[in-house]
């Protein structure tokens, strides 16, 4: 179970790519550990999964890379094209989940996840993660991240699944979402197997990890 779609649509239909534009621009040209490190490994093609309002696309683009995008909601792919139409950039983003992403096998020499597989289950998870490797050449760079849990997250109305997810319910904003606070344990069983390059936690509080396909 992923989290409702109609959540991602609510949140994204409230926002706009006029208003985003102030926070899409910071990531124009943006030079991080994460872009150097798949500049260095000869990564040419990236995927932007589950892209949201276009921020990392925008990034890997203006860094040079053949970026592709998608995300589960219409609105966010309408607004990620809006903002790199601004900068200049006719970017292939379409409506898709990470479980089915419709990508031939090997397509990208690398993939950008950014927030993703850490609103599934753990079920689902392993899945999506399967379905990123699917599209990534052997070989390529699979960029991962996972978030923290809020402090004020627990005090609004939610279920506890039983894989350690949080389902929140009620009346909130964030009902209808699915988050697995991060945790060391179960995101190394999620990327058992891969070599992981970059392990680390930026700005945001993100846990961000780079991994070898």
Sequence with gaps: MMSDKSFWEKCWGKENSDTLLPYLEKYNNIKADEISLFQKDNITTVCDAACGFGAYTLALASNGFSVKAFDISENAAEITNEGLKHF??????KVASI????Y???EFDGVFAHSVLDHMTYEDAKKGFAELCRITRLGGLILVSFDELDNDDLALE???LQDGCISFMGDSA?????LH???????KELLFGKEILYE???SKDEHVY???N
């Design 158 to 160: 939610h279920e506890n």
């Design 200 to 202: 680390a936690v930026n």
């Design 104 to 106: 031939a096998d090997a």
């Design 210 to 212: 780079v991994v070898r």
């Design 99 to 102: 479980l089915q992403t419709g």
């Design 174 to 178: 964030k009902s209808g979402m699915i």
């Design 88 to 93: 200049g950039y006719d970017i292939d983003v």
């Design 181 to 187: 606070p991060y945790d060391d344990i179960w995101v």
